[in-house]
């Protein structure tokens, strides 16, 4: 009306989008935050140190084709707790022209995929059977390290029943001492000196087993700062595996032995039973790796 044009809204131009973080970038960002180390989180994603520092520093020619690289964003977006549509997406802009060109070569194994060729299963097969061998030979492991350590303990017990027989036989003897012993009171004295023997037995049992058998553990942990924790029970099964945000506290209860991974370390207070463990003696790159008996 006053002969003033209205200005439309500015649109952000394209040198404003390109400044946002990289998906790389991203991640990067939320695994410092979390104090977390690439090779524990490359065990945790069965991939390779390298593939994630690539992930990370997008590099997308040392990263297989786009199918597989999705899967390892939204795979390592889940586990830094992050959403991974908006780095897909990023992902997404940086690879749309290089998706058109064919063939597409995996970089690790050099097995070409040509678009109108059927898929080649060989390598998946081989792959699963190299995971299948490596996944029963983690559960003989864990297996043996359980059962290892009961065999010296019961050993060491032994010797409770030896001392206690020779106090028994001689029992009778210090009750009369004036009377003379038959041939026939000489026949049963061995079968009086094993009656007390049964408590030296529920007595070592006890004692390998750290207490009565079937008395279950406790474990109570604080964390001050964000971390993650393992904890796999005495028959070698995982009962905790999560993140944990800083504030917050986690009991677990069970058989011991437990073996426990704890992320970020120092960030945690760890107590077993009513007692404070320590946890800088068990600790590498900030990792604490123990078995709590």
Same mark, same amino acid.
Do not use: C
């Given at each position: 009306? $006053?002969?003033?044009?209205?200005?439309?809204?500015?649109?952000? +131009?394209?040198? *404003?989008?390109?400044?946002?973080?990289?998906?790389?970038?991203?991640?990067?960002?939320?695994?410092?935050?979390?104090?977390?180390?690439?090779? +524990?989180?490359?065990?945790?994603?069965?991939? *390779?140190?390298?593939?994630?520092?690539?992930?990370?520093?997008?590099?997308?020619?040392?990263?297989?084709?786009?199918?597989?690289?999705?899967?390892?964003?939204?795979?390592?977006?889940?586990?830094?707790?992050?959403?991974?549509?908006?780095?897909?997406?990023?992902?997404?802009? /940086?690879?749309?022209?290089?998706?058109?060109?064919?063939?597409?070569?995996? &970089?690790?194994?050099?097995?070409?995929?040509?678009?109108?060729?059927?898929?080649?299963?060989?390598?998946?097969?081989?792959? *699963?059977?190299?995971?299948?061998?490596?996944?029963?030979?983690?559960?003989?492991?864990?297996?043996? *390290?359980?059962?290892?350590?009961?065999?010296?303990?019961?050993?060491?017990?032994?010797?409770? &029943?030896?001392?206690?027989?020779?106090?028994?036989?001689?029992?009778?003897?210090?009750?009369?001492?004036?009377?003379?012993?038959?041939?026939?009171?000489?026949?049963?004295?061995?079968?009086?000196?094993?009656?007390?023997?049964?408590?030296?037995?529920?007595?070592?049992?006890?004692?390998?087993?750290?207490?009565?058998?079937?008395?279950?553990?406790?474990?109570?942990?604080?964390?001050?700062?964000?971390?993650?924790?393992?904890? /796999?029970?005495?028959?070698?099964?995982?009962?905790?595996?999560?993140?944990?945000?800083?504030?917050?506290?986690?009991?677990?209860?069970?058989?011991?032995?437990?073996?426990?991974?704890?992320? $970020?370390?120092?960030?945690?207070?760890? $107590?077993? $039973?009513?007692?404070?463990?320590?946890?800088?003696?068990?600790?590498?790159?900030?990792?604490?790796?123990?078995?709590?008996?």
């Amino acid at each position: 009306m $006053n002969g003033e044009t209205e200005t439309p809204p500015m649109e952000p +131009d394209a040198d *404003s989008l390109d400044a946002r973080p990289g998906f790389g970038a991203q991640l990067r960002a939320a695994r410092e935050r979390l104090g977390l180390d690439v090779k +524990d989180l490359a065990l945790q994603l069965k991939l *390779s140190v390298r593939q994630l520092e690539a992930l990370e520093a997008e590099d997308l020619e040392a990263l297989p084709s786009p199918a597989f690289t999705r899967g390892f964003i939204r795979n390592y977006a889940r586990l830094l707790q992050l959403d991974a549509e908006p780095l897909l997406a990023l992902y997404h802009d /940086m690879v749309k022209d290089v998706e058109t060109k064919a063939p597409i070569t995996l &970089q690790s194994e050099n097995i070409p995929i040509q678009p109108t060729t059927p898929k080649n299963w060989m390598p998946y097969l081989i792959a *699963s059977a190299v995971l299948g061998i490596a996944v029963g030979g983690w559960w003989v492991y864990l297996n043996s *390290s359980d059962s290892a350590p009961a065999a010296p303990a019961a050993t060491a017990a032994a010797p409770p &029943q030896k001392a206690t027989a020779p106090v028994a036989s001689a029992a009778p003897v210090a009750q009369s001492p004036s009377t003379t012993l038959t041939e026939s009171d000489s026949a049963s004295q061995p079968a009086q000196a094993t009656t007390p023997t049964m408590p030296a037995v529920e007595q070592t049992q006890a004692a390998a087993g750290g207490g009565v058998w079937g008395e279950r553990a406790r474990i109570v942990m604080t964390f001050s700062q964000p971390t993650w924790v393992r904890v /796999m029970d005495r028959g070698g099964v995982e009962v905790l595996h999560k993140n944990k945000p800083a504030g917050s506290e986690e009991v677990v209860e069970g058989n011991p032995p437990f073996r426990l991974e704890i992320g $970020n370390a120092a960030g945690v207070q760890l $107590n077993y $039973n009513g007692q404070p463990i320590d946890l800088t003696p068990h600790t590498k790159a900030n990792v604490a790796r123990l078995t709590l008996e």
